[in-house]
Protein backbone atom coordinates (compact mmCIF):
# COMPACT_ATOMS: atom_id res chain seq x y z
CA UNK A 1 0.00 0.00 0.00
CA UNK A 2 1.09 3.89 -0.91
CA UNK A 3 2.96 5.63 2.20
CA UNK A 4 0.17 8.91 2.79
CA UNK A 5 1.42 12.18 4.20
CA UNK A 6 -0.74 14.53 5.74
CA UNK A 7 -0.96 17.99 3.22
CA UNK A 8 -2.03 21.04 5.06
CA UNK A 9 -1.59 23.28 1.86
CA UNK A 10 -0.17 23.51 -1.72
CA UNK A 11 1.09 27.08 -3.29
CA UNK A 12 2.02 26.93 -7.04
CA UNK A 13 4.09 29.20 -8.79
CA UNK A 14 6.14 30.46 -5.35
CA UNK A 15 9.36 32.79 -6.05
CA UNK A 16 10.46 32.73 -2.76
CA UNK A 17 11.00 29.01 -1.66
CA UNK A 18 14.34 28.09 -3.41
CA UNK A 19 14.97 28.83 -7.59
CA UNK A 20 12.49 29.75 -10.34
CA UNK A 21 8.85 29.28 -10.00
CA UNK A 22 8.34 26.53 -8.03
CA UNK A 23 5.56 24.34 -5.91
CA UNK A 24 5.36 24.07 -2.66
CA UNK A 25 4.43 21.60 -0.65
CA UNK A 26 3.72 22.50 3.23
CA UNK A 27 3.69 18.87 5.56
CA UNK A 28 1.58 19.21 8.49
CA UNK A 29 3.81 18.66 12.01
CA UNK A 30 6.24 20.26 13.63
CA UNK A 31 8.44 19.90 16.95
CA UNK A 32 9.17 23.54 17.10
CA UNK A 33 6.14 26.00 18.50
CA UNK A 34 7.79 29.23 17.49
CA UNK A 35 6.17 32.29 18.84
CA UNK A 36 5.88 33.93 15.53
CA UNK A 37 4.91 30.88 13.69
CA UNK A 38 3.12 31.63 10.51
CA UNK A 39 1.77 28.16 9.98
CA UNK A 40 0.34 27.40 13.60
CA UNK A 41 -2.51 25.00 12.13
CA UNK A 42 0.50 23.32 10.71
CA UNK A 43 2.40 22.51 14.42
CA UNK A 44 -0.19 20.26 14.88
CA UNK A 45 0.38 16.81 13.35
CA UNK A 46 -2.75 15.98 13.38
CA UNK A 47 -5.82 17.75 11.19
CA UNK A 48 -7.33 20.50 13.06
CA UNK A 49 -10.76 21.94 13.02
CA UNK A 50 -10.12 26.03 12.40
CA UNK A 51 -13.51 28.34 13.14
CA UNK A 52 -14.52 31.53 11.98
CA UNK A 53 -16.49 33.22 14.21
CA UNK A 54 -17.33 36.28 11.93
CA UNK A 55 -18.60 33.52 9.78
CA UNK A 56 -21.03 31.74 12.09
CA UNK A 57 -24.54 32.07 12.44
CA UNK A 58 -25.04 29.97 15.30
CA UNK A 59 -27.45 27.58 14.23
CA UNK A 60 -26.09 24.31 16.27
CA UNK A 61 -25.78 22.30 12.74
CA UNK A 62 -22.13 21.65 14.02
CA UNK A 63 -22.91 20.54 17.50
CA UNK A 64 -25.77 17.85 16.57
CA UNK A 65 -23.48 16.50 13.96
CA UNK A 66 -20.35 15.59 16.36
CA UNK A 67 -20.32 11.92 17.02
CA UNK A 68 -18.24 12.57 20.12
CA UNK A 69 -19.73 15.78 21.81
CA UNK A 70 -16.74 17.22 20.57
CA UNK A 71 -18.36 20.49 19.75
CA UNK A 72 -20.15 22.83 21.72
CA UNK A 73 -21.84 26.23 20.88
CA UNK A 74 -21.21 28.81 23.48
CA UNK A 75 -21.24 33.17 24.53
CA UNK A 76 -17.99 32.83 22.51
CA UNK A 77 -18.89 30.82 19.81
CA UNK A 78 -18.25 27.50 18.78
CA UNK A 79 -15.78 25.59 21.01
CA UNK A 80 -14.14 22.42 19.70
CA UNK A 81 -12.77 19.55 22.53
CA UNK A 82 -9.54 18.35 20.83
CA UNK A 83 -8.34 15.64 23.06
CA UNK A 84 -11.92 14.39 22.32
CA UNK A 85 -12.24 15.43 18.72
CA UNK A 86 -11.63 12.23 16.24
CA UNK A 87 -10.96 14.72 13.01
CA UNK A 88 -13.73 12.95 11.42
CA UNK A 89 -14.88 16.73 9.60
CA UNK A 90 -18.61 16.10 10.10
CA UNK A 91 -18.73 19.19 11.82
CA UNK A 92 -17.32 21.18 8.77
CA UNK A 93 -19.52 19.28 6.44
CA UNK A 94 -22.86 20.25 8.70
CA UNK A 95 -21.94 24.14 8.34
CA UNK A 96 -23.72 25.45 5.97
CA UNK A 97 -21.55 28.77 6.12
CA UNK A 98 -18.32 27.22 5.78
CA UNK A 99 -17.34 29.22 9.63
CA UNK A 100 -15.32 25.70 10.27
CA UNK A 101 -12.46 24.17 8.02
CA UNK A 102 -10.09 21.13 8.37
CA UNK A 103 -6.67 21.43 7.92
CA UNK A 104 -4.92 18.45 6.84
CA UNK A 105 -5.53 15.86 4.11
CA UNK A 106 -4.09 12.79 3.60
CA UNK A 107 -2.29 12.36 0.25
CA UNK A 108 -0.74 9.09 -1.21
CA UNK A 109 2.27 9.51 -2.96
CA UNK A 110 0.66 9.08 -6.25
CA UNK A 111 -1.80 11.88 -5.53
CA UNK A 112 0.84 14.16 -4.52
CA UNK A 113 3.28 13.47 -7.04
CA UNK A 114 0.45 14.13 -9.70
CA UNK A 115 -0.22 17.22 -8.00
CA UNK A 116 3.95 18.34 -7.93
CA UNK A 117 3.88 17.60 -12.08
CA UNK A 118 0.92 19.48 -13.16
CA UNK A 119 3.28 22.47 -12.95
CA UNK A 120 5.71 20.71 -15.12
CA UNK A 121 6.13 23.33 -18.00
CA UNK A 122 6.80 26.06 -15.06
CA UNK A 123 10.01 24.25 -13.31
CA UNK A 124 11.59 23.32 -16.39
CA UNK A 125 10.79 27.02 -18.08
CA UNK A 126 12.41 28.49 -14.76
CA UNK A 127 14.44 25.79 -13.44
CA UNK A 128 12.62 25.72 -10.57
CA UNK A 129 10.66 22.58 -8.68
CA UNK A 130 9.07 21.37 -5.23
CA UNK A 131 9.79 22.69 -2.14
CA UNK A 132 8.76 20.61 0.69
CA UNK A 133 8.07 22.96 3.89
CA UNK A 134 5.75 22.68 7.13
CA UNK A 135 5.61 22.77 10.24
CA UNK A 136 8.77 21.00 9.50
CA UNK A 137 8.09 18.09 6.64
CA UNK A 138 11.12 15.93 8.46
CA UNK A 139 8.31 15.29 11.20
CA UNK A 140 7.07 12.97 8.30
CA UNK A 141 10.36 12.02 6.61
CA UNK A 142 9.51 8.73 5.26
CA UNK A 143 6.84 10.22 3.37
CA UNK A 144 9.07 12.53 2.51
CA UNK A 145 12.00 10.35 1.32
CA UNK A 146 9.73 8.80 -0.93
CA UNK A 147 8.44 12.14 -2.55
CA UNK A 148 11.76 13.24 -2.98
CA UNK A 149 13.13 9.99 -4.40
CA UNK A 150 9.79 10.56 -6.74
CA UNK A 151 10.05 13.93 -7.97
CA UNK A 152 14.06 13.01 -8.57
CA UNK A 153 13.54 10.13 -10.60
CA UNK A 154 10.70 12.66 -12.71
CA UNK A 155 14.24 15.54 -12.67
CA UNK A 156 12.06 17.91 -10.68
CA UNK A 157 14.60 20.11 -8.48
CA UNK A 158 13.63 19.55 -5.02
CA UNK A 159 14.02 21.80 -2.08
CA UNK A 160 13.46 21.23 1.69
CA UNK A 161 12.19 24.13 4.16
CA UNK A 162 13.41 23.02 7.93
CA UNK A 163 14.29 24.21 11.15
CA UNK A 164 17.29 21.57 11.23
CA UNK A 165 15.39 20.09 14.60
CA UNK A 166 15.76 16.18 13.45
CA UNK A 167 18.11 13.15 14.31
CA UNK A 168 21.40 13.49 12.13
CA UNK A 169 20.40 9.89 11.12
CA UNK A 170 17.29 11.24 9.42
CA UNK A 171 18.79 14.32 7.98
CA UNK A 172 21.63 12.24 6.22
CA UNK A 173 19.24 9.94 4.45
CA UNK A 174 17.04 13.02 3.29
CA UNK A 175 20.42 14.95 1.99
CA UNK A 176 20.76 12.09 -0.91
CA UNK A 177 17.66 13.12 -2.26
CA UNK A 178 17.63 16.78 -1.94
CA UNK A 179 19.18 19.71 -4.03
CA UNK A 180 19.07 22.11 -1.61
CA UNK A 181 18.02 22.84 2.22
CA UNK A 182 16.45 25.98 2.87
CA UNK A 183 17.88 25.88 6.15
CA UNK A 184 16.60 27.94 9.22
CA UNK A 185 18.47 29.51 12.11
CA UNK A 186 16.80 31.61 14.66
CA UNK A 187 18.67 32.34 17.33
CA UNK A 188 22.32 31.47 18.41
CA UNK A 189 21.69 31.51 22.28
CA UNK A 190 20.65 28.44 23.73
CA UNK A 191 18.26 29.46 25.95
CA UNK A 192 16.75 32.30 24.00
CA UNK A 193 16.10 29.89 21.12
CA UNK A 194 14.34 27.38 23.95
CA UNK A 195 12.27 30.21 25.06
CA UNK A 196 10.69 31.52 21.95
CA UNK A 197 10.64 27.77 19.81
CA UNK A 198 10.59 25.31 22.82
CA UNK A 199 13.50 23.85 21.42
CA UNK A 200 17.66 24.74 22.17
CA UNK A 201 19.43 24.86 19.16
CA UNK A 202 22.52 22.58 19.47
CA UNK A 203 20.69 20.03 17.61
CA UNK A 204 20.00 21.95 14.72
CA UNK A 205 23.69 23.77 14.73
CA UNK A 206 25.61 20.34 14.43
CA UNK A 207 23.17 19.16 11.56
CA UNK A 208 24.36 22.10 9.56
CA UNK A 209 27.63 21.16 10.16
CA UNK A 210 27.20 18.29 9.63
CA UNK A 211 25.49 19.12 6.02
CA UNK A 212 28.12 21.86 5.25
CA UNK A 213 30.67 18.58 5.75
CA UNK A 214 28.83 16.45 3.45
CA UNK A 215 28.97 19.66 0.82
CA UNK A 216 25.34 20.07 0.78
CA UNK A 217 23.79 22.55 -0.95
CA UNK A 218 21.79 25.07 1.50
CA UNK A 219 20.76 28.59 1.55
CA UNK A 220 20.27 30.19 5.37
CA UNK A 221 17.40 31.48 6.36
CA UNK A 222 17.22 33.92 9.37
CA UNK A 223 13.65 35.58 10.27
CA UNK A 224 14.52 38.90 11.35
CA UNK A 225 12.26 39.62 14.60
CA UNK A 226 13.09 43.29 16.18
CA UNK A 227 13.27 42.10 20.09
CA UNK A 228 14.10 38.45 19.67
CA UNK A 229 16.88 38.39 17.48
CA UNK A 230 17.65 41.65 15.79
CA UNK A 231 20.56 42.43 18.36
CA UNK A 232 24.12 43.13 16.77
CA UNK A 233 25.22 40.20 18.96
CA UNK A 234 23.15 37.95 18.01
CA UNK A 235 24.05 38.67 14.14
CA UNK A 236 27.72 38.69 14.91
CA UNK A 237 27.59 34.95 16.33
CA UNK A 238 25.16 33.77 13.56
CA UNK A 239 28.13 35.42 11.19
CA UNK A 240 30.77 34.02 13.03
CA UNK A 241 29.09 29.90 13.04
CA UNK A 242 28.39 30.50 9.39
CA UNK A 243 32.21 31.73 8.78
CA UNK A 244 33.56 28.72 10.74
CA UNK A 245 31.63 26.37 8.37
CA UNK A 246 33.46 24.47 5.49
CA UNK A 247 31.31 25.90 3.01
CA UNK A 248 30.63 29.43 2.29
CA UNK A 249 26.75 29.47 2.24
CA UNK A 250 23.84 32.72 0.95
CA UNK A 251 22.12 34.10 3.70
CA UNK A 252 18.49 35.55 3.41
CA UNK A 253 16.86 37.64 6.23
CA UNK A 254 12.92 36.79 5.89
CA UNK A 255 11.08 40.42 8.04
CA UNK A 256 8.73 39.52 10.51
CA UNK A 257 4.90 40.41 9.92
CA UNK A 258 1.92 39.96 11.61
CA UNK A 259 -0.10 38.44 8.85
CA UNK A 260 -0.85 34.96 10.25
CA UNK A 261 -2.50 37.04 13.50
CA UNK A 262 -6.12 35.80 12.12
CA UNK A 263 -5.29 32.25 11.72
CA UNK A 264 -4.32 32.48 16.10
CA UNK A 265 -7.68 33.89 16.36
CA UNK A 266 -9.13 30.56 14.21
CA UNK A 267 -7.71 28.26 16.30
CA UNK A 268 -8.69 29.80 19.30
CA UNK A 269 -5.28 30.40 20.32
CA UNK A 270 -3.39 33.46 21.88
CA UNK A 271 -1.12 35.26 19.55
CA UNK A 272 2.49 36.18 21.81
CA UNK A 273 3.70 38.55 18.89
CA UNK A 274 0.88 41.27 19.12
CA UNK A 275 2.73 43.82 20.57
CA UNK A 276 5.82 43.64 17.99
CA UNK A 277 6.20 45.44 15.19
CA UNK A 278 7.50 44.47 11.62
CA UNK A 279 10.84 45.99 10.89
CA UNK A 280 12.04 49.03 8.88
CA UNK A 281 13.74 49.01 5.59
CA UNK A 282 16.40 50.76 7.70
CA UNK A 283 16.47 47.81 10.20
CA UNK A 284 17.20 45.46 7.48
CA UNK A 285 19.61 47.18 5.68
CA UNK A 286 21.23 47.70 9.15
CA UNK A 287 21.34 43.94 9.79
CA UNK A 288 22.52 43.46 6.03
CA UNK A 289 25.63 45.34 6.20
CA UNK A 290 26.88 44.24 9.35
CA UNK A 291 26.13 40.22 8.55
CA UNK A 292 27.89 41.46 5.14
CA UNK A 293 30.99 43.34 6.54
CA UNK A 294 31.79 39.51 8.00
CA UNK A 295 32.00 38.17 4.71
CA UNK A 296 28.26 36.78 4.16
CA UNK A 297 26.56 37.46 1.12
CA UNK A 298 22.99 38.60 2.48
CA UNK A 299 19.77 38.87 0.28
CA UNK A 300 16.55 40.86 2.02
CA UNK A 301 13.47 38.89 1.01
CA UNK A 302 9.68 40.84 1.26
Known amino acids: MS ?13 HDGPGIRTTVFLKGCPLSCWWCHNPESIDPKPRV ?27 GVLVDQDACIRCGACVKACPTEALEMTGVLMSL ?11 AFYDESRGGVTFSGGEPLVQHEFLLEMLRACGARGVHRAVD ?24 KHMDPEEHAKYTGVDNSRILENLRDLASQNAAVNIRIPFIPGVNDSR ?3 LQIASF ?61
Open 233 to 235: ENL
Open 162 to 185: TTGYVSSEVLRKIAQETDLFLYDL
Open 50 to 76: LYSPKRCIGCGACVTACPREAVHYSAR
Open 3 to 15: KKGLVFDIKRYSV
Open 242 to 302: LTSLPQAYPVSLLPYHAAATEKYHKLGEAYRMKDTFPPTEHQLRQAARLLEGQGLIVKIRG
Open 110 to 120: EELEREILKDR
